[in-house]
């Protein structure tokens, strides 16, 4: 049998609609695995779930914002009306609307960054728990960063929330071990999104994140569909509480720049 084969699997995918959450359901899909995008806006997901419907994927969009915890119950219980139950979950909703020094960033800003980064991951994983545990075990994937190992110029509060999230990702590891429930993280550099575009859009600040990368680019994001797809598949049933990194060589090459 093929480890890496999801066909009967049902993964749900927070912030789903663009870029590398889009990607990973994409590649999710194309695995066999029956997907549920999740995003704030139902156009864009609609519009996301028939690019994969259009490559013969199955998947639906179900607007739901993991900032509220009822909409986080209301988009699992989507996933079980329609599929029968959840498999797979990759945590991948994010924000960040401070960008400067940290102590400039104000109690408003920390509570939205760490109330979608770090309790929307929360959150979900709480919602999915039960339902994976009734199925035999399942999948957690989160999205992290490698902002939460090394800090960035300009963007303290997200590296401090995407810290959270690798711990998260080891509690939730340890805690869930019992269930046959596999908890894991993804730790992207720099990565080609609208989410990223203040940076590869501004020619000086685009310049010197790619200094800091010994491959001197950016990441597409399909780039991060490899190790998704292990962490998701059977293949990894015995890798939990880790911490993938995917940087170009990044953190590897932090020296050269001492």
Known sequence: MNPFDLTGQVA???????GIGLAIAAALARTGARVVLAS?????????????????????????????AGAVQ???????????????????AATNPHFGPILTADEGQ????????????FRMAR????????????????MASVAG?????????????????????????????????????IAPGFVRTKFSAALWGNPQLNEAVLKAVPQHRMAEPEELCGVALYLAS????????????VDGGQLAGATLLV
């Open 12 to 18: 749900i995918v927070t912030g789903a609609s663009r």
């Open 40 to 68: 704030r806006k139902q156009t864009d997901l609609d519009g996301a779930a028939s690019q994969i419907k259009a490559a013969g994927g199955e998947a639906i969009g179900v607007a739901a914002h993991t900032g509220d």
């Open 74 to 92: 209301r988009l699992v219980q989507a996933a079980c009306d329609v599929y029968g139950g959840v498999d797979i979950l990759v945590n991948n």
């Open 110 to 121: 920390w509570d939205k960054i760490l109330d979608v980064n770090v309790k929307g991951y």
């Open 127 to 142: 919602a999915v728990a039960p339902v994976m545990e009734a199925r035999g075990g399942g999948k957690i994937i989160n």
């Open 149 to 185: 190992r090394t800090p960035l110029p300009g963007m303290g509060v997200y590296c401090v929330s995407k810290a959270a999230v690798l711990m998260l990702t080891e509690v939730l590891a340890v805690e869930l071990a019992p269930s046959n429930i596999q908890v894991n993280a």
């Open 234 to 245: 059977s293949a990894s049933s015995y890798t939990t509480g880790a911490t993938f990194v």
